[in-house]
């Protein structure tokens, strides 16, 4: 049987599609599996300044392309995956989730906490800018374009003395970079970071079960507790948020951070249940969150984003 595979143009889509090929040739080594890379406005335009709710919009592009039959299913980073997918999709299988954390890349090899004042430092992510700031508050963080590679290279300490990413990222492209990790702590990751989707169509079960057989049954109940989370406060998500949900035997601990974009408030909450009813835990450090006040974060989330975008 062979299959084709969807996948963005990028580097970073690129590599994480032949490693899932890789996994899935292990367990099905009769099947053939041939990646069609299709380009995205993403891969083309250069990426958007600091925003909030852009999410998914270039992932959206290769769906189209399983849900039209064009490829048998997709591979994607699942933190850019938005909470509804088309009807005729379904998250197929989640395999083992590499690193959540952060990293700081910085030119001469300082980290965050003893970088030179007034550093300038890159990210177009508002949660990251945000906790960057709150324990930086004297460097500057800028908006920073492009993709993962040339991010990289822009940390020159011409016009970026740092930058941070998702260590996910870097591991799977393999560049050799040194960096500093970001704790868990301060640096509360999105919602799914460092796990990988794969979309295929509803109605085609023995795809699915062919892809499932790579499926980690944690990495799975974590994200699905994390995007519980995220879909319960979305509707008014004008705020950096943060979660990370951890199994421990049969419990599972989700922690959730929220800021405003100022970044002068924050909110913090963490509950454990258990982790075979990932969705209750996500809608009840929600419904916690909500019962703080989130929804006061994201006053005048506008401007303050316009803010941002000035510096
Ligand atoms: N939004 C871009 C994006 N999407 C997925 C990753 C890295 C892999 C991951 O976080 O799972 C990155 C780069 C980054 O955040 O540094």
């Not at 040339?150 to 260590?167: C, H, M, P, W, Y």
């Not at 948020?241 to 421990?248: D, F, R, V």
Request: proline letters at 4%; charged letters at 30%.
């Amino acid at each position: 049987m062979k299959y084709v595979v969807g996948a963005r143009g990028s580097q970073l889509s690129i590599a994480q599609t032949n490693w899932v090929i890789s996994e899935l040739k292990k367990v099905n080594p009769d099947c053939e599996y041939e990646i069609k890379s299709i380009t995205t406005k993403g891969d083309t335009d250069s990426r958007p300044l600091f925003t909030i709710n852009q999410k998914g919009i270039f992932e959206k592009e290769v769906d189209r392309a399983v849900a039209q039959k064009e490829v048998d299913f997709a591979v994607h980073s699942l933190k850019d995956v938005p909470s509804k997918l088309d009807e005729s999709l379904i998250i197929a299988s989640i395999p083992k989730r590499e690193s959540v954390n952060d990293v700081f890349i910085s030119s001469d090899g300082s980290s965050l906490e003893n970088i030179k004042q007034g550093a300038v430092i890159g990210t177009s992510s508002l949660r990251r800018a945000v906790q960057v700031s709150r324990i930086r508050p004297d460097v500057t963080v800028k908006p920073i374009r492009g993709n993962i590679e040339t991010r990289i290279r822009k940390v020159s300490g011409e016009n970026f003395d740092a930058i941070v990413l998702a260590q996910a990222g870097i591991s799977r492209l393999e560049v050799d970079v040194k960096f500093t990790p970001l704790s868990i702590d301060n640096f509360s990751p999105s919602p799914g970071q460092g796990a990988i989707a794969i979309v295929a169509r509803v109605d085609d079960s023995n795809t699915i079960s062919m892809l499932k057989k790579i499926e980690d049954a944690d990495s799975r109940l974590e994200i699905e507790a994390e995007r519980a989370l995220s879909d319960y406060v979305d509707s008014g998500c004008r705020f950096p948020l943060g979660a990370y949900a951890k199994s421990n035997g049969s419990e599972m601990t989700l922690t959730v951070s929220a800021f405003s974009v100022d970044g002068k408030q924050s909110l913090q909450v963490s509950k454990t249940g258990s982790k075979n009813d990932p969705t209750s835990l996500g809608k009840n450090a929600g419904e916690e969150l909500q019962e703080k006040g989130v929804n006061d974060l994201a006053l005048n989330w506008r401007e303050k984003v316009e803010e941002w975008n000035k510096t």
